[in-house]
């Protein structure tokens, strides 16, 4: 079956980096696209960006162009998603999420869902 | 970029109840529309996308409808699992955007 997960929770001090992984298997790791989207506590789901496991390709919602570096190793079929210059307003749940291309219109368009990463950004 | 707005932003309702979820899209997105239910402290699951295609698994008393600017989420008869925040999310164009959540609660 199909499994998505993520590394574990995350306590930075504010303009530190965190590094996110999310290890995929049940599945052709290079066949589906990853996206990567938020959720602040208590609030709603922001999406972030997605990452071509074949071709390393990406793309970014502009929020988070300068900030935020998406990689994968195939050889383990592991995702890693990268925030620097982190703020308070970066504490957040955040979600891998396989994706059947990288073509908005691609349907499913989010079909399964990592467990979530809990960064905590505080000084 | 496209906007999604969720209405009511909470539901009280009893087991038993029809419920019914609205989301409008700032511009139109065709049938590009997908919602997901989330329980506290889980990632969203998947219901529906296109508008209307159900995902696998997922219970005959959901329903979809709607195209362009307006869509909605319904629940034929609500279940005691059903009490949850369901979220409507376009894919028509990027960046991708997600309604702001509608929390259904037990009345």
């Known amino acids: 079956q199909v499994q998505l997960v993520q590394s574990g929770a995350e306590v930075k001090k504010p303009g530190a980096s965190v590094k996110v992984s999310c290890k995929a298997s049940g599945y052709t790791f290079t066949d589906y696209y990853f996206h990567w989207v938020r959720q602040a506590p208590g609030q709603g789901l922001q999406w972030m960006g997605w990452i071509n496991p074949n071709s390393g390709d990406t793309n970014f919602a502009q929020r988070f162009q300068d900030n935020v570096t998406l990689t994968r190793d195939t050889s383990i079929s592991t995702v890693y998603m990268e925030l620097s210059s982190l703020t308070s307003d970066d504490t957040a749940v955040y979600y891998c999420?396989?994706?059947?291309?990288?073509?908005?219109?691609?349907?499913?368009?989010?079909?399964?869902w990592g467990q979530g990463t809990l960064v905590t950004v505080s000084s | 970029d496209i906007q999604m707005t969720q209405s009511p932003s909470t539901l009280s309702a009893s087991v038993g109840d029809r419920v019914t979820i609205t989301c409008r899209a700032s511009?139109?997105?065709?049938?590009?529309l997908a919602w997901y239910q989330q329980k506290p402290g889980k990632a969203p699951n998947p219901l529906i996308y296109?508008?209307?295609t159900l995902e696998g698994g997922v219970p005959l008393r959901f329903s979809g409808s709607g195209s362009g600017t307006e869509f909605t989420l319904t629940i034929s008869s609500l279940q005691p699992d059903d009490f949850a925040t369901y979220y409507c999310?376009?894919?028509?164009?990027?960046?991708?955007?997600f309604g702001g959540g509608t929390k259904v609660e037990i009345k």
């Open positions: 511009q139109s997105i065709g049938v590009w």
């Open positions: 999310q376009q894919y028509d164009k990027y960046p991708l955007a």
């Open positions: 999420v396989r994706a059947t291309c990288g073509g908005a219109t691609c349907s499913p368009p989010l079909d399964y």
């Open positions: 296109k508008a209307s």
